[in-house]
């Protein structure tokens, strides 16, 4: 006689454990997806199974899970960047994954939510003057705002900026003196 195996449903006491950890990737989800104007909290309830109340319940705002969003996926967590040079591991962090997503959110919202970006560069200059290499806040923000400003670059201009020519040479397709 055949076993039969059934899904068991994971009780809810186990659930609400990681409910706060649920609702982050959901926002992440839901604010790269629709932007920060247009996400509603019904939506990120509606993929975690929650209502909009309970969503309420662990964060008073949508301003608020926005900054936490920020706060708990600038880099992936425990990030350690070894023995490589700290700018170069900084941008190799932000390049991908949650880290890359979340840097394209604050780059998007920057204009409606500036305090968000603020929030973003304070959390990353806290992790990165962690690290043994720097230890330094001053060389923190500077390896901040440094692999930052390339990143943006990048998001911004995409694949072009490796095809420019250098400077003082004409741009070829438009004749234009650069």
């Not at 006689?1 to 809810?12: C, D, L, S, V, W």
């Not at 949650?98 to 560069?121: D, M, Q, S």
């Amino acid at each position: 006689m055949e076993q039969k195996t059934r899904n068991r449903r994971i009780p809810n006491f186990r659930l609400k454990i990681d409910r706060p950890e649920r609702m982050l990737e959901a926002g992440l989800e839901v604010f790269t997806l629709f932007g920060f104007d247009r996400g509603r909290l019904e939506d990120i309830g509606q993929r975690v199974g929650l209502t909009r109340a309970a969503v309420y319940y662990y964060f008073p705002s949508k301003e608020f899970l926005a900054a936490r969003l920020v706060e708990r996926y600038a880099l992936p967590e425990d990030y350690d960047p070894g023995e490589a040079e700290p700018r170069a591991a900084l941008e190799q962090a932000l390049a991908s994954g949650r880290p890359a997503r979340v840097l394209a959110f604050v780059l998007t919202e920057n204009r409606a939510l500036p305090e968000l970006g603020i929030a973003y560069r304070r959390t990353l200059v806290d992790a990165v003057s962690r690290w043994p290499a720097v230890g330094d806040p001053a060389l923190a923000e500077d390896i901040v705002d440094s692999a930052l400003s390339a990143a943006a670059f990048r998001k911004i201009f995409g694949g072009v900026a490796g095809a420019l020519p250098p400077p003082g040479t004409e741009a070829p397709a438009l004749g234009l003196s650069i």
